[in-house]
Structures are given as structure tokens and as C-alpha cells.
């Protein structure tokens, strides 16, 4: 139980295009998911708190206009980052938090990654 | 907010020995720590977790400590094995925080045999 996919795994985009990422929690309902970025040897940076049918939350110094959240279901959020940059290359992980009681600090559990580059 | 801080970062152990990972915290509200392991590419992996109503928890030869008055935690490995080479994560999260998870740098664990 308790599974996480993201699509797509891998992706490869010409700078100035945008890219978007799907979340999905394939066995439970996730009122909130998080978007991480992690750079090479380096740790999860979060990015933004998603949640079901609200805008999601976004970390101090991410742009929330390049970095696009949906989350228009329990079982899925999606991320486009817009007008990508060589920059924007990275290693992109979405978590889900089980629907549970409201307030309790809870298991996050973490899709596969999608790494994107751009040339 | 919060800060979790990680040592060391690297930790290398000769197959059978115990690997040992801390890790600090600065917010004396957090209330939750998972560990989670990640090896090269792939998804980070909970491997452990403890509330801030114990201060031990030990699934197999996993471990995790927890001293709230000194806010740090600790992950114990006993009888390592190569597969147990990965990078280890700690973190840290409180309720009142939205259920962020604030991670440590990570450890890269290497058991050689």
C-alpha cells in the first residue's frame, strides 16, 4: 500500500518550453502532496505544499509563476514549470500524505522522481 | 522555521559493524521524525519513523532514538550489510507546520565487505 507514481520519469525539453509533471497516489486519497527538488549530492528542497482544491503554498524564494501547481483531485497534482531554463534542471519529487485526521504529523511517501533537463 | 541538521555526512563501516546517524533539530514543537533512505536515482524510502511521544523505536536491525530535551534523534544500524549502502535522510516535521517535512543533508552510508 501506499503507492506514489509520477509521470513522466525522465524528460528532455529545448530551453523556453514547458514541462509538466504528474502526481499520483495510486492506493489512497491525499488531501495534501508536496513538491520537492533535489540537486545532485544534495538533500530534498521543498518547494510547495499542495492541496486538494485550494492553492497550493509555495516555499520563500519559489517562484509560483513558473513553478505551476494543480491539485484538482485526491489522487492527483501535477507541476509545470514554464518557460524551463538549463537552471530549471533537476531532479523533481512529489510526496503524499494520506487523508487522515486533520492536524497530525504524518508520513509523507515519495514518487519515483522525474529528472528533467534542459538544453 | 525549522532546521535539522546532519552528521556526518559521510560514514563508511565494515560489513557487520553498526553505523550510527544524528541529527539536531531546532524547533521544539516538531513532534514527528521519519528517516528515509534513497539510493542513487530513486525515491527516498521511509525506513523508520518516531513521534515525539517515545524516545525509541527499533523495527529489526533498525533503530531511532529520540531526546526530546536536547532536540536531537538518532538512526542505529546494527549488523550492516552492503545492501544498506544508500544516502540517509532525517527529518523533522510539526503539526502546527502544515506537515512540512524539513530534511537533514543526508549521510552517505558505504558498508564495505
Known amino acids: 500500500g501506499a503507492v506514489v507514481s509520477q509521470h513522466p520519469s525522465r524528460v528532455i525539453c529545448k530551453s523556453g518550453t514547458s514541462v509538466k509533471i504528474e502526481c499520483r497516489s495510486l492506493?489512497?486519497?491525499?488531501?495534501?502532496m508536496f513538491w520537492y527538488r533535489q540537486f545532485p549530492k544534495q538533500s530534498l528542497m521543498l518547494m510547495a505544499t499542495?492541496?486538494?482544491?485550494?492553492?497550493?503554498?509555495?516555499e520563500q524564494g519559489v517562484e509560483k509563476d513558473k513553478f505551476l501547481i494543480n491539485h484538482a483531485s485526491l489522487t492527483l497534482s501535477t507541476l509545470t514549470v514554464t518557460s524551463a531554463h538549463p537552471e530549471d534542471s533537476s531532479f523533481y519529487i512529489c510526496?503524499?500524505?494520506?487523508?487522515?485526521?486533520?492536524?497530525?504529523?504524518?508520513?509523507?511517501?515519495f514518487g519515483p522522481g522525474t529528472r528533467l533537463t534542459v538544453l | 522555521g525549522e532546521n535539522v541538521e546532519q552528521h556526518p555526512s559521510t560514514l563508511s563501516v565494515q560489513e557487520g559493524d553498526s553505523a550510527v546517524i544524528k541529527c539536531t533539530y531546532s524547533?521544539?514543537?516538531?513532534?514527528?521524525f521519519p528517516w528515509y533512505k534513497q539510493e542513487l536515482g530513486k525515491r527516498p524510502q521511509l525506513i523508520i519513523d518516531?513521534?515525539?511521544?517515545?524516545g525509541e523505536k527499533k523495527d529489526q536491525r533498525i533503530a531511532v532514538t529520540l531526546n526530546k530535551t536536547a532536540k536531537h534523534f538518532s538512526l542505529h544500524i546494527t549488523e550492516t550489510q552492503p545492501e544498506d549502502s544508500a544516502v540517509y535522510f532525517c527529518?523533522?516535521?510539526?503539526?502546527?507546520?502544515?506537515?512540512?517535512?524539513?530534511f537533514g543533508t543526508g549521510t552517505q552510508l558505504k558498508v564495505e565487505l
Open positions: 510526496s503524499a500524505r494520506p487523508l487522515r485526521l486533520a492536524g497530525v504529523a504524518d508520513t509523507q511517501y
Open positions: 492506493d489512497f486519497q491525499a488531501t495534501t
Open positions: 499542495s492541496n486538494e482544491g485550494s492553492k497550493a503554498t509555495y
Open positions: 524547533d521544539s514543537a516538531s513532534n514527528y
Open positions: 518516531i513521534r515525539s511521544n517515545v
Open positions: 527529518a523533522g516535521s510539526f503539526t502546527g507546520g502544515g506537515n512540512k517535512l524539513t
